[in-house]
Nanobody, 119 residues
């Protein structure tokens, strides 16, 4: 089992920056990739981006490309989501997730952290 814990959410002004962290514990050697998702009330959870744990390769949703950056610290088993130039539409609960093997399903989820952008 892998446990994930997000932190770093809060209130940020439009145009500002915020960095979220996702600390993994448990069987972290089984992590293949980690992803970030977000969700607002009444909407489906939206993919934000992901990072492959061994290679560090990343991919992003078009809505955040060029503004958000995902990185990881393997020694600390922590992934980061650097959010720059945030806008109102970035307000959401942000979740991190982990995957053990390639595929569609994400195996583990964190509890989420609220990000609110004020204009």
């Amino acid at each position: 089992q892998v446990q994930l814990a997000e932190s770093g959410g809060g209130l940020v002004q439009a145009g500002g920056s915020l960095r979220l962290s996702c600390a993994a514990s448990g069987r972290t050697l089984s992590i293949y990739s980690m992803g970030w998702f977000r969700q607002t009330p009444g909407k489906e959870r939206e993919f934000v981006g992901r990072i492959f744990w061994n290679t560090g390769l990343t991919s992003y949703a078009e809505s955040v490309k060029g503004r958000f950056t995902i990185s990881r610290d393997n020694a600390k088993n922590t992934a980061f989501l650097q959010m720059n130039s945030v806008a109102d539409e970035d307000t959401a609960v942000y979740y991190c997730a982990a995957k053990k093997v390639p595929g569609v399903n994400w195996d583990y989820w964190g509890q989420g952290t609220q990000v609110t952008v004020s204009s």
